[in-house]
């Protein structure tokens, strides 16, 4: 966390920019607002065993990290997410939304996680366990999604399964990034996190209207 409360942008922005999305990209805002659900609850789980954190900070930068989904090209999105807010003067707030920081070939090495804030490394984890799921015809073919909050090895299979359809290309980096992603969560199950909680927690929560 840095040193002063840094400044936030406020929740209504952000929802403005993911309403601005074209049609199709719904299914994204769904995601951000599962992230953000996410994002909170561990946070407020680590500040209740003494980690210094801030479920709103954490909470928001979530929300927004998808928030330029629709310009960005091979998960370079939150780099664009991170300028825009960085140009709005929020420069601590912008660090903590890169998410797709573990892709890049730099990161393979796990040492190097030290390099990410703890902020940071809630909203990826987020990233990675609110997915959205394929809803299938009997062709196969995708007709919808299905946003949701899933354990770290059920939201892995999905990916795995949309690989080996050929449907995502990032294979390498993507389970580079998975393998990252399982060292993350030791990390904060150490700091204090029960995933049952969250999962039962966040799911509770985007059933409310
Ligand atoms: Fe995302």
């Avoid at 990161?107 to 809803?135: H, M, W």
């Avoid at 354990?151 to 980096?173: C, N, Q």
């Avoid at 399982?182 to 904060?188: D, G, H, S």
């Avoid at 199950?189 to 999962?199: F, M, Y």
Wanted: proline residues 5%.
């Amino acid at each position: 966390m840095p040193k002063e409360s840094p400044k936030i942008p406020e929740r209504g922005v952000i929802i403005r920019l993911l309403n601005n999305m074209p049609e199709n990209y719904s299914g994204v805002k769904e995601h951000c607002l599962l992230c953000e659900l996410a994002a909170e609850e561990i946070a407020a789980q680590l500040k209740e065993k003494g980690v210094k954190i801030s479920p709103e900070f954490v909470s928001r930068a979530a929300l927004a990290h998808d928030a330029f989904k629709q310009f960005g090209e091979k998960g370079n999105e939150c780099f664009l997410a991170k300028d825009h807010f960085t140009k709005k003067g929020f420069p601590e707030f912008a660090k903590a939304l890169v998410t797709n920081a573990l892709q890049s070939p730099d990161f393979e090495n796990q040492a190097r996680l030290v390099e990410l804030s703890l902020e940071q490394k809630i909203v990826t984890y987020s990233d990675d366990i609110c997915r959205g799921i394929p809803i299938r015809d009997k062709n196969q073919q995708i007709i919808g999604w299905r946003n949701d909050i899933f354990p770290l090895d059920e939201a892995w299979k999905s990916i795995e399964d949309r690989i080996k359809r050929g449907e995502f290309k990032r294979e390498g980096s993507i389970k580079q990034e998975f393998e990252l992603v399982r060292i993350i969560e030791k990390e904060l199950i150490g700091k204090g996190l029960d995933i049952k909680k969250l999962i039962r927690k966040v799911k509770e929560k985007n059933l409310q209207p």
